[in-house]
């Protein structure tokens, strides 16, 4: 490492947060680990070096701090702090002590193999969330999850709202963008946005954390074409994948934005109900076997 982050340093004057390490440089931002002046520790999010004077970028950086100002106390959100301002501005957070919810699929965590219902359905609450505050996400995606364990269970919460936009927008700028794969066809054809965009990407999630695969071919070079119709199959041999469960998903990420789930509630009460389901059929008692007929 160098010099900046070969000792504990203090943020800036002004500041009693200090630095203890950097965990992560993202494409907009630098997270290091900190601890406030109580001792508790935290995570400080600053914009990196090479766009301090990338005014289009530090407009957006500011942009996602004030999103996660205005979302307020929330169990599902990454709570905001504090933040600075500056040709490098940063925001202090509530530091998740876990992984990303995109780690622990690709790891299959225990949680991802045994709740997966459980994973999902307070991903579904933040969004639902951002949407009640007023604004789209535009950024859903698992790396934007983070989980903190606790006990047998855990705790999911959403993070990155430098893409939000208010809810009455309908379409964004040919430039802005998320993550290719999350992303609807609507927004890949015209960049068209709506709650479906956020709830779509939320289906995306759910596809992916059900099967260990993405709906669609990603080698592919027509990727509208591939979301408008090309899904890729379930596979009959997981028993996660019950015929409850694949109907929730593909309502979820249907190619036509008025064929999937208008708002959160709607997608939340669809889960409930496949969960209700899926836990009956496993649950069921399985019939007698025949018995077994013997050659003479």
């Avoid at 993202?26 to 995570?43: N, P, R, S």
């Avoid at 307020?72 to 933040?83: A, D, E, F, L």
């Avoid at 789209?136 to 698992?142: E, G, M, Q, S, T």
């Amino acid at each position: 490492m160098g010099d900046e982050f070969s000792q504990t340093v203090s943020l800036n004057r002004a500041s009693s947060i200090t630095i203890v390490n950097r965990r992560t440089r993202g494409g907009m931002a630098e997270i290091f680990l900190a601890v406030d002046g109580a001792g508790h520790q935290v995570i400080v999010r600053k914009l990196r070096k090479e766009h301090r004077f990338n005014l289009r970028l530090r407009r957006r950086f500011h942009q996602g701090i004030e999103m996660r100002r205005k979302m307020g106390r929330h169990p599902n959100m990454v709570q905001y702090i504090s933040q600075a301002g500056g040709l490098r501005p940063y925001e202090v957070i509530e530091y998740v002590p876990g992984d990303s919810l995109k780690a622990m699929i690709v790891n299959k965590h225990r949680l991802v193999q045994e709740q997966p219902f459980m994973l999902l359905r307070p991903a579904i609450w933040a969004v639902s969330h951002v949407h009640e505050r007023g604004y789209l996400h535009l950024d859903v995606k698992p790396e934007n999850f983070l989980v903190e364990y606790v006990g047998e269970g855990c705790r999911v919460k959403l993070t990155d709202f430098d893409f939000c936009q208010p809810i009455t927008t309908t379409q964004v700028h040919r430039k802005f963008g998320g993550s290719l794969m999350y992303e609807p066809p609507e927004f890949l054809s015209n960049k068209t946005v709506s709650p479906r965009t956020d709830l779509f990407a939320l289906g995306v999630l759910g596809y992916y954390l059900f099967s260990y695969h993405m709906p669609f071919v990603e080698s592919s070079h027509d990727l509208l074409k591939n979301k408008s119709g090309n899904i890729v199959q379930f596979s009959a041999s997981n028993p996660r994948l019950s015929q409850p469960v694949q109907n929730f998903l593909m309502q979820a990420i249907q190619p036509q934005p008025e064929n999937r789930f208008a708002r959160g509630e709607a997608m939340l009460a669809a889960l409930d109900a496949a969960e209700t389901e899926h836990r009956s059929r496993l649950e069921a008692p399985r019939p007698p076997r025949p018995p077994r007929v013997l050659g003479n």
